[in-house]
């Protein structure tokens, strides 16, 4: 088992947030990873909240990303999961979210959405984390608010997961408030462009 500690910097005049971030990283072997994220205040202390990814590999990919919440770093409450089943290629051919109820006290199956392409590769630029990004709310309903650091404009692209482009604007700020009200439910990948800069992340559409 590895253990990595990162720190990051105070984020000043972003009109974000003035958090410092502190993530950890446990490696147990090559098929589980976890992550777990704790936020600061300015004057350095914990917020109270953390955010813990749990990833499960097998055969060199990833197969489960499970994300829960806390306070304490000890006790920690489910929150979603995405399961992703590839082909015996190597190929991802299906993406499944889901939510925790509380009700059921039981993962359920949010949407499924099937992988198709034209020649068996994926068309999504892997993500670029040189742009620090902040979307919310995730999962969308009507809009998905994105801010951008440091960069003035932005160009975004919004594709479904088999590769075609359902959405795309440009920002002459650094943030903007898309409207995703049109799309239909399920899973999105968006990619914010600017100043030779990018960043993908995935979003839901419920």
């Not at 440091?150 to 650094?174: C, H, M, P, Q, R």
């Amino acid at each position: 088992m590895v253990r990595l500690n990162l720190k990051s910097v105070k984020q000043k005049n972003t009109g974000l947030t003035n958090l410092i971030q502190k993530t950890e990283f446990t490696y147990s072997g090559g098929s589980k990873a976890t992550k777990v994220v704790t936020r600061y205040d300015e004057d350095e202390q914990p917020t109270g909240l953390r955010t813990k990814t749990e990833y499960t590999y097998s055969g060199g990919e990833l197969i489960t990303e499970e994300t829960f919440t806390g306070t304490d770093g000890i006790n920690w409450t489910e929150k979603d999961k995405y399961v992703y089943v590839f082909d015996d290629k190597g190929v991802l051919r299906v993406v499944e979210y889901y939510e925790y109820s509380v009700s059921t006290s039981s993962y359920e199956l949010i949407t499924k959405e099937f992988m198709h392409y034209s020649d068996d590769t994926p068309t999504f630029i892997r993500p670029d984390k040189e742009i620090s990004t902040r979307m919310f709310p995730n999962p969308a309903v009507n809009v998905l608010n994105v801010s951008v650091k440091d960069i003035n404009a932005f160009e975004y692209k919004v594709y479904s997961l088999n590769g075609t482009l359902v959405k795309d604007g440009f920002a002459n700020s650094s943030s903007a408030v898309i409207n995703v009200s049109d799309l239909n439910r399920g899973i999105y990948m968006i990619q914010i462009i600017g100043e030779g800069k990018s960043f993908t992340s995935k979003f839901v559409k419920k």
